[in-house]
């Protein structure tokens, strides 16, 4: 069975403190402050970098059919330094013999369609926005999108993306360099809309 799972308009505030999150089941987006990492994680799949530990889950993610928290369990973390936004999932998963990774190429039309996550990415004052497809083989596909109608799937971003998988679950780790979201480095206070996703296949 297909399942869609998402932890929908995440709004992102940056702050200098360790981050935190105030995550509803349902309801209004979930807002997460995001602080500030002292030393960037090794972007390898693994998410036991001290960036990562002190930082607080966001999720577990919804069953956007079902509306209601997903069985295979997903969770999303958030960070940030002057070079990057981190973005890191956890993708619990009881049935690790049956993902489906059939695209092995950048940019494949049909990435959505394997056991992957996404994310969405704007910033306040732009309409166009970046979305970025990983699946869990860390083939990626990323699209400049100048607004919901018109996207541009032959940019590309610079972007650092690895997962790793286990027997009970996989992972995505994400860099994102704050060039290829067309602004610098937030200050406390700013913000970020963030809609992450996972697409179960099983």
């Known amino acids: 069975m297909v399942q869609r799972m998402a932890l929908i308009a ?9 981050l935190c999150a105030a995550v509803n089941d349902v309801g209004p987006p979930p807002v997460a402050v995001a602080g500030r990492c002292d030393e960037a994680p090794v972007i390898d799949g693994n998410l036991g970098d ?9 999720g577990p993610f919804l069953d956007i059919r079902a509306k209601r928290v997903a069985e295979e369990r997903t969770y999303g973390r958030v960070a940030w330094d ?8 956890e993708c619990r998963e009881s049935e690790m ?6 695209s092995t190429e950048r940019d494949a039309n049909n990435l959505w369609t394997d056991d992957a996550v996404e994310l969405f990415v704007s910033v306040p004052g732009q309409e166009a926005y ?6 869990a083989a860390g ?7 100048r607004s919901q109608a018109e996207s541009d799937v ?3 971003s610079t972007l650092t993306a690895r997962t790793s998988r286990g027997d009970k ?14 602004t610098q480095a937030p200050k406390p206070g700013d913000t970020l809309r963030l809609n992450l996703n996972r697409e179960q296949q099983q």
């Open 50 to 58: 001290d960036c990562w530990q002190v930082a607080s889950v966001l």
């Open 97 to 102: 013999a049956g993902l489906v990774l059939n």
């Open 130 to 135: 970046v979305h970025i497809i990983v699946n």
């Open 10 to 18: 995440l709004v992102l505030v940056a702050a200098t403190g360790q």
């Open 139 to 145: 083939v990626v596909r990323d699209e400049w999108c």
């Open 169 to 182: 679950g996989w992972a995505a780790e994400i860099a994102i360099p704050w060039s290829d979201l067309h």
């Open 154 to 156: 032959k940019w590309d």
């Open 82 to 89: 002057d070079a990057n936004l981190y973005v890191a999932f």
